[in-house]
């Protein structure tokens, strides 16, 4: 059984790390992380703290059957940096482990501490016809 809480601290880590930078440019270069689940924790981290530094409603990253990613920010529907396939698939991955959704759509508070604060996101998975998609809705 892998250790699930280790990888919530890491990208509550990530965060702390990475509060201070753009999360967008941090966000862009992910792609070309060649350790793919340290790239998906951050890519979870970076999208948290975008989501919070610009207000944003809700982040959703889409993955279709052939292997397409798209990134949407709910504030002005502006899309993101994509992470890439390789990456997306290990986000999919992590954020099922991290917070043990295991049908194919599930919905669960998800409690992230940022510095000295925290906030409870509403998280939202779902895989219909190999279509993915996770949202992370912001308070």
């Known amino acids: 059984m892998k ?3 280790n990888l919530h601290l890491k990208v509550q880590e990530f965060c702390d790390c990475f509060s201070t930078t753009d999360p967008l440019k941090e966000m862009s270069e992910l792609k070309n992380d060649k350790n793919s689940l340290d790239a998906a924790l951050k890519w979870l981290a970076l999208s948290v703290l975008h989501g919070v530094n610009n207000n944003a409603k809700k982040i959703t990253i889409r993955q279709d059957d052939d292997g397409a990613v798209s990134v949407i920010a709910e504030y002005r529907d ?3 940096p994509s992470p890439g396939p390789g990456v997306a698939a290990n986000i999919f991955e992590t954020v099922r482990e991290m917070t043990h959704i295991e049908d194919d759509d599930g919905k669960i ?3 992230m501490g940022i510095r000295d ?3 409870d996101l509403d998280i939202s998975v779902k895989n219909k016809n ?3 998609k996770i949202s992370i809705k912001f308070p």
């Open 3 to 5: 250790d699930t809480e």
């Open 78 to 80: 502006t899309e993101l």
């Open 109 to 111: 508070k998800f409690a």
């Open 117 to 119: 604060s925290n906030l």
């Open 130 to 132: 190999g279509n993915r």
